[in-house]
């Protein structure tokens, strides 16, 4: 089955320091893996993709995320943690099947940033 | 470009209660989805619709749980009775047709449903 694992379910970090979410994944063929942010009541908000080519992905806010195929990891990074980067962060993967296709989630990580 | 836009935002009701909630999806965008986020958790897939057409629903509980879409553009989840595990967030989503997207979906704000 397909599926993607976020081990750790918050992330305490500085404001100014680096920070990095984890995210491991299981698919069968090549993984299209996202990125998504949510906000206190709010939807989720894309962040970033990788479909193929270079492993370093870079997205809004200043995020990026580091796709390594033999450690099945997507792992979100930013050199420097804002206070503002506070909020829910999920990794997903890309199933297609039944003419289209859908993401599966995983469960979160909740990202703290303190002053 | 207007997003995907959903009502109502929130919804309190009390248990064996009716409630539906709307959806209007980005323009042209075929397809359309419905999640459901239950509190700490990640988003599931409830149904998938290409157009008009429910291709997976294979996890809506169709004893109490319905939707539509019958014209391929804003769609409607039901629920009835709600049952207090109703309660959690009901989020809408679409994407354009599948042979021209590299996968990333597009959410709304989301129904938060409180069933008491």
């Known amino acids: 089955a397909q599926s993607v694992a976020q081990p750790e379910d918050q992330v305490n970090v500085a404001e100014g320091n680096p920070l990095t979410v984890k995210c491991t994944y299981s698919v069968s063929g090549n993984p299209y893996l996202f990125w998504y942010v949510q906000y206190p009541n709010r939807g989720l908000q894309f962040l970033l993709k990788y479909i193929t080519g270079d492993n370093l992905v870079k997205g809004s806010y200043g995020f990026e995320a580091e796709f390594n195929k033999s450690q099945t990891s997507f792992h979100l990074k930013k050199p420097s943690a804002l206070v503002s980067d506070s909020a829910l962060y999920f990794c997903a993967v890309r199933v297609l099947y039944n003419q289209g296709g859908k993401l599966i989630f995983g469960q979160g990580t909740e990202l703290s940033v303190k002053p | 470009e207007a997003g995907v836009v959903q009502s109502p935002r929130y919804k309190i009701i009390e248990k064996k209660q009716p409630v539906a909630f709307w959806c209007n999806p980005i323009s042209g965008h075929n397809t359309l989805y419905w999640y459901r986020q239950n509190l700490g958790q990640g988003p599931e897939l409830l149904i998938r619709?290409?157009?008009?057409?429910?291709?997976?629903d294979s996890q809506l509980p169709k004893d109490r749980f319905s939707a539509e879409r019958l014209k391929g553009v804003d769609s409607t989840l039901k629920i009835q009775p709600a049952e207090l595990g109703d309660s959690a967030v009901y989020l809408c989503?679409?994407?354009?047709?599948?042979?021209?997207?590299?996968?990333?979906?597009?959410f709304g704000e989301g129904s938060r449903l409180t069933v008491l």
């Open positions: 989503a679409s994407s354009p047709n599948v042979h021209s997207s590299t996968g990333e979906l597009f």
């Open positions: 619709y290409e157009n008009e057409e429910a291709v997976d």
